[in-house]
């Protein structure tokens, strides 16, 4: 399995928002060929005295993290899906500056899976 993984901040005033965008998000990723598509808020996450996931991504008092993954058979298919992705419509009408959060911010990354159960 290959795993794509993103953290950010998500002003709390517009979780309602974001969770509209991430609804359409995991359909279409799904659509294309995802395995899963999780968004998950914080709930239980705290500044650290070196690391956090608050101090990664610079939180505010008004914001909350939002860590998500999204699961693939391959990093080829991984590949192959998001290209799809970044094809659809939708997608290409988004601009930086509508999203309901700072992507300046926000952090992410493809992983090879080493334990799985």
Do not use: C
Not at 66 to 82: G, K, L, M, Q
């Amino acid at each position: 399995m290959y795993v794509d993984g993103f953290v950010m901040a998500v002003p709390k005033a517009r979780v309602d928002e974001y969770k509209a965008i991430a609804e359409k998000s995991r359909d279409l990723w799904k659509q294309h060929g995802a395995l899963d598509y999780v968004e998950a808020i914080a709930d239980d996450v705290k500044p650290g005295k070196l690391t956090s996931f608050p101090q990664a991504v610079m939180l505010k008092d008004d914001e909350v993290v939002v860590f998500a993954w999204i699961t693939y058979p391959s990093r080829e298919e991984r590949d192959r899906v998001n290209a799809a992705v970044m094809e659809d419509p939708w997608m290409k009408e988004m601009k930086p500056e509508d999203m309901p959060f700072d992507g300046q911010r926000m952090f992410w990354g493809g992983f090879e899976t080493l334990v799985q159960g």
